[in-house]
């Protein structure tokens, strides 16, 4: 088992930043790739960033490339997403995911992902 716990979200204005962590407990955190998902009201959930086993291979969503950036801290058994240059179309819970696997083969899918953490709301003002 994992356990995957977020932390960062909240209210930011339009063009802003915010850093969410998801600390993860339990399996050895290297044998696993991360993703952060994220659903927004009456949406389905969607792909936002992945990140390899060593932190060496990452993915993004186009609508995030070059705004958001996730790196991971094997040492504090940790991933994050910085988040710059918010718009409000980003509102939404931000969901952190943990895959069985070191690589990003099948990052993008939801369906990929073994573990997740309960969520946190980030929420951008106009």
């Known amino acids: 088992q994992v356990q995957l716990v977020e932390s960062g979200g909240g209210l930011v204005q339009a063009g802003g930043s915010l850093r969410l962590s998801c600390a993860a407990s339990g399996r050895t955190f290297s044998n696993y790739a991360m993703g952060w998902f994220r659903q927004a009201p009456g949406k389905e959930r969607e792909f936002v960033a992945a990140?390899?086993?060593?932190?060496?291979?990452?993915s993004y969503a186009d609508s995030v490339k070059e705004r958001f950036i996730i790196s991971r801290d094997s040492a504090k058994n940790t991933v994050y997403l910085q988040m710059n240059s918010l718009k409000p179309e980003d509102t939404a819970v931000y969901y952190c995911?943990?895959?069985?696997?070191?690589?990003?083969?099948?990052?993008?899918?939801?369906?990929?992902?073994?573990?997740w953490g309960q969520g946190t709301q980030v929420t951008v003002s106009s």
């Open positions: 995911a943990a895959k069985r696997g070191p690589h990003l083969l099948g990052a993008a899918r939801a369906l990929e992902y073994d573990y």
């Open positions: 990140i390899n086993w060593s932190g060496a291979a990452t």
